[in-house]
């Protein structure tokens, strides 16, 4: 992650995959299979329709584990919903690129 990247570039960025608590529900597990080997199952009563799956926070880990060291999705094609909507450029995003301390263009 270089800290003076001031684009919005996501293949260079991984921020919001290390920021913020991460959610799969059971329709995407269904649609890529990792998740339910790597991500943690929540308990049925904390379980919703958009929440079946926690990928982050998890113990000893940093970040999602499907980011890879060279920043880029490891199941990007099959990605949960929640990343599906994630806009760069959004309030969010400014916000996960300042935790992790990157610069934003025009921040
Ligand atoms: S959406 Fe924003 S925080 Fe996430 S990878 Fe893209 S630029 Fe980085
Ligand atoms: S599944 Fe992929 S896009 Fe979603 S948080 Fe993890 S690494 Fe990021």
Excluded: N, W
Excluded at 13 to 23: H, V
Excluded at 50 to 55: H, I, N, T, V
Excluded at 63 to 91: A, N, T, W
């Amino acid at each position: 992650m270089d800290p003076k990247l001031t684009e919005y570039d996501c293949t260079q960025c991984g921020a919001c995959c290390r920021s913020f608590p991460i959610f799969a529900s059971e329709a995407d597990a269904v649609r890529e299979p990792m998740i339910r080997q790597e991500a943690r199952r929540l308990p049925e009563h904390l379980e919703t329709t958009d929440k079946a799956y926690q990928l982050f926070p998890l113990p000893f880990h940093t970040r999602c584990p499907y980011l890879k060291d060279d920043e880029l999705c490891r199941i990007y094609q099959s990605r949960p919903s929640v990343c599906r909507q994630f806009e760069s450029g959004s309030e969010q995003c400014i916000e996960a690129r300042r935790r992790q301390g990157i610069q934003s263009t025009g921040t």
